[in-house]
């Protein structure tokens, strides 16, 4: 397909299915971004460390934070998995119950694991930041084309024109910076 020219190319069915959650707006989950980060004890292994916690998401609540390391995922170790296979063992149907084994590391960090019994919910996830800058002048971030991004810029707009003087932007700052892209319609 690379052939055709640069955009086209093939998706195996586990790598569409996860396309699809990717720009639909909202998934089944936990509420954590997460990324391998290699071990602070100088192993060779990479550890699944939390980026972030989404505000309201089970894990924010549990009390998951910025920087846990995630151990085991239903009793799976997870320092031989994929990225993309630890992802998709926390994600699933809303209702459904996961359990993380955590550990916290530095100075105030735990010696043993904790274990969080998650239920998943669905977590929606904002794609359109924006602000008044100052008045008449607003700031609009688009993180991805997701399946509602117009939908969700034209709420932003019309929120930002509200706030500014005599109901009119002067001007905005569309910020498109790391958009990976997303659905071709939006």
Not at 20 to 44: L, N
Not at 81 to 87: C, P
Request: aromatic fraction near 4%; proline fraction near 6%.
């Amino acid at each position: 397909l690379e052939t055709l020219d640069r955009e086209p190319g093939f998706l195996k069915p586990d790598q569409y299915r996860e396309m699809k959650i990717d720009t639909s707006g909202q998934f089944g989950g936990v509420g954590i971004e997460v990324e391998m980060r290699p071990a602070s004890d100088g192993s060779h292994d990479n550890v699944l460390t939390v980026m972030s916690a989404i505000e309201g998401t089970p894990a924010a609540k549990a009390g998951i934070t910025t920087g846990d390391q995630i151990v085991k995922i239903d009793d799976t170790p997870t320092h031989s998995m994929r990225m993309d296979d630890a992802v998709q063992k926390m994600r699933g149907k809303k209702g459904s119950p996961v359990s993380l084994a955590v550990m916290r590391p530095g100075a105030k960090g735990w010696r043993e694991p904790r274990v969080y019994n998650l239920m998943r919910e669905i977590i929606k996830i904002d794609n359109v930041v924006a602000r008044t800058i100052e008045p008449g002048y607003g700031y609009l971030r688009l993180k991805q084309f997701s399946e509602n991004a117009d939908r969700d810029i034209e709420s932003a707009l019309d929120k930002l024109e509200k706030e500014s003087p005599q109901g009119h932007l002067k001007g905005l700052v569309l910020d498109l910076r790391n958009n990976p892209g997303g659905l071709l319609d939006q």
